[in-house]
């Protein structure tokens, strides 16, 4: 039975163990159903009416940008927003931003930026940073439903409409993301925040590494996730020539 007893409580006054742990089998499923949720709505759209597939992409964009109202407003409401450590500056919250933008607009610059930066949510369901809230609260839901729209969306384009991803912007995305860790960085700098993480590493991950050794395997990380995910379509562009 769903208890609605802790659904708005902050993390503070949460009872111990009423969580979950790295892969134990409350994560494990919550994993499976979000990339399942993912695959179910690739498929919806790609099943749908080209006529209708407009109005999905309006509703997922409204949808992401209803979840940051949703978390701004619990914060404020329970009264812990801070400007230290609530603003919409980590990279999924900025991408529920981008990936909005990119829809309305139908910018392909945008879209690539989606796909390059967006499939990295999969590391959100990985190593959450939400295993101090229950399955049934609204951070744990807010955050699956925004992860699992980021995921989806780039997906979409690709499998439904056509899109393809092109190395050649990959740059220009890489030069977009160092652009905004930029800004940020300012921002972390006046008001002592660690906003995407640029200052040390994030609590709920257990890596024994200190900067600027997290920053290389960060960056190390990013690179190697372009490669996996550009790298099949390099290889498909040639056969596609031949």
């Known amino acids: 039975m769903m208890d609605f007893q802790y659904f708005f409580t902050y993390e503070t006054g949460?009872?111990?163990?009423?969580?979950?742990?790295?892969?134990?089998?409350?994560?494990l499923i919550w994993m499976f159903v979000s990339f399942l949720m993912v695959g179910l709505?690739?498929?919806?759209?790609?099943?749908?009416?080209?006529s209708s597939r407009r109005k999905i992409m309006i509703v997922i964009a409204a949808a992401l940008l209803l979840c940051e109202v949703v978390r701004t407003g619990w914060f404020i409401a329970?009264?812990?927003?801070?400007?230290?450590?609530s603003l919409p500056l980590q990279l999924s919250r900025i991408l529920v931003f981008v990936e909005a933008f990119a829809i309305f607009f139908n910018t392909r610059y945008l879209k690539e930026f989606t796909y390059a930066c967006g499939l990295f949510s999969v590391a959100?369901?990985?190593?959450?940073?939400?295993?101090?809230?229950?399955?049934?609260?609204?951070?744990?839901?807010?955050?699956?439903?925004?992860?699992?729209l980021i995921m989806a969306v780039p997906l979409m384009w690709i499998i439904a409409d056509g899109f393809r991803p092109?190395?050649?912007?990959?740059?220009?995305?890489?030069?977009?993301?160092v652009g905004i860790a930029a800004v940020v960085e300012t921002f972390n700098i006046f008001l002592g925040s660690n906003?995407?993480?640029?200052?040390?590493?994030?609590?709920?991950?257990?890596?024994?590494?200190?900067?600027?050794f997290f920053?290389?395997?960060?960056?190390?990380?990013?690179?190697?996730?372009?490669?996996?995910?550009?790298?099949?379509?390099?290889i498909y562009d040639k056969i596609k020539i031949r």
């Not at 709505?41 to 080209?50: C, S």
């Not at 990985?126 to 699956?144: G, V």
Request: glycine letters at 4%; aromatic letters at 16%; a positive charge.
């Open 195 to 212: 906003y995407l993480h640029i200052h040390y590493i994030p609590t709920h991950v257990n890596l024994n590494l200190r900067q600027p």
């Open 124 to 148: 959100a369901f990985i190593a959450p940073d939400i295993m101090q809230y229950p399955i049934f609260h609204i951070h744990t839901i807010r955050y699956s439903i925004a992860h699992i």
């Open 166 to 177: 092109d190395i050649k912007y990959l740059p220009k995305c890489a030069a977009l993301l």
């Open 41 to 50: 709505l690739v498929l919806l759209y790609k099943n749908a009416k080209i």
């Open 78 to 85: 329970i009264g812990e927003y801070t400007i230290k450590n």
């Open 14 to 27: 949460l009872p111990q163990g009423i969580g979950y742990s790295f892969f134990d089998a409350t994560h």
């Open 215 to 234: 920053a290389m395997a960060f960056v190390g990380a990013v690179l190697g996730f372009w490669v996996i995910i550009y790298l099949p379509w390099v």
